[in-house]
């Protein structure tokens, strides 16, 4: 049985194992780059299906699956209950796993320092307030600290534009700033914007290490800044399950760690699988369907975005338990998003180059107000 995704999606390889020592049906996996190659593929060959079944397909692109007819129904045999909000109608694909993805930072940047109640507190050695949102990512108190995933060429980058979207709507309230001016402002204000999400996170993001020790102070300064960072950054966009994924880099369950999740702003995204239409092996697809849904799937599903599993009832892992965050995300309508958030990346990108090939940003203006 043939099975098509991309390289942005996790497959437990214990699972298929004990789905083909179960069955005898050995399960051949191909991996497009993007989600963009997959739908691109199950569209060229429709008349002569490549795959007998597909997984990773996210909420971006599960109406243009739908509309296209590329899978065919299939109704799970023992479902198991599901998160809010994942169900497809008719039955056209299967959530699998989701993610909610956020603004993450690194808490101990933000610790302002001890001082004594006769001290004056030392301007530069003051953080900024801890981010609360999106908002935070065009203010200039924090711009210069953020390191995002380009929408451009970051499918994560995409989710966060899909958030930006519903925050700052570009055909929204006249007096509100459009998403597109957000952008901007954000880009003047020094957000830096990293060509993958691997790269923002693992790269440019200084989260994940333990946090220090002992407490900051002015009669000992040891602060963590800009500097002491050494050119990365304290504040990212990833998921509530990041801390998590940082967690099992460790060589055992870390007692802390010096990253944190902002619970506003978040958005979140399902990933489903579905029998090609047209597959020669549909039955057996159906098959690895139900098996998807089963706890041995599911317990594995979390990945290097820290997913989660589609199915409410399965017991975390221990990393989750102790550093995932539970939020209530913005769930996109997939119709909408599904037709528009090409529209919206072009665009994105119009700004991004309109930015860097357009003249030098004003200086911004500080005005002070004597008493």
């Known amino acids: 049985m043939r099975v098509l995704t991309h390289r942005d999606f996790h497959l437990p390889a214990d699972a298929l194992e004990a789905f083909t020592e179960e069955t005898g049906i050995e399960v051949v996996v191909f991996r497009e780059d993007t989600p963009d190659d997959v739908i691109d593929l199950l569209e060229r060959s429709r008349a002569h299906p490549v795959a007998d079944v597909v997984v990773g397909i996210d909420t971006l692109d599960l109406q243009h699956i739908i509309d296209g007819g590329l899978t065919q129904p299939y109704v799970p045999l023992a479902p198991g209950p599901l ?36 001290e004056l507190p ?12 999106l908002d935070a990512l065009w203010d200039p108190a924090h711009a210069a600290t953020a390191v995002i995933p380009d929408a451009a060429t970051a499918r994560m980058g995409v989710y966060l534009l899909v958030a930006l979207e519903r925050r700052y709507p570009e055909r929204g309230d006249d007096e509100a700033t459009p998403w597109p001016q957000v952008l901007d402002q954000m880009l003047r204000w020094d957000v830096e914007l990293a060509p993958s999400w ?9 989260g994940g290490e333990p946090p220090p020790e ?75 369907i139900d098996a998807m849904g089963e706890p041995l799937f599911q317990f594995g599903i979390s990945d290097r975005f820290g997913s989660r599993p589609a199915r409410s009832d399965i ?8 550093f995932g965050v539970t ?5 996109p309508d997939p119709a909408y998003v599904g037709a ?32």
């Open 198 to 206: 691997e790269i923002a996170t693992f790269e440019r993001f200084a």
């Open 83 to 118: 998160v809010d909000d994942l169900a497809v109608d008719d039955h056209a694909l299967t959530p699998i796993s989701y993610i909610d993805a956020c603004l993450n930072y690194l808490p101990s940047f933000y610790v302002v320092p001890e001082r004594r109640i006769d």
């Open 327 to 331: 939020v209530h995300p913005y769930r």
């Open 122 to 133: 030392d301007a530069e050695l003051l953080p900024p307030p801890v981010p609360g949102g």
């Open 214 to 288: 002992r407490p900051i102070s002015q009669d000992d300064p040891d602060p963590v800044t800009l500097a002491s960072l050494r050119g990365r950054r304290p504040m990212t966009w990833g998921t509530t399950g990041l801390p998590s994924v940082y967690a099992e880099y460790q060589p055992g369950l870390p007692p802390a760690l010096d990253i944190a999740v902002v619970t506003d702003d978040c958005v979140r995204i399902g990933f489903y699988a579905g029998v090609v239409a047209g597959a020669q092996n549909a039955s057996l697809g159906g098959r690895l």
């Open 340 to 371: 528009n958030w090409k529209e919206w990346q072009l665009t994105w990108s119009q700004v991004v180059r309109n930015y860097r090939t357009g003249p030098p940003p004003p200086e911004p203006e500080v005005t002070v107000t004597l008493p």
């Open 315 to 322: 017991v975390s892992a221990p990393e989750w338990t102790e």
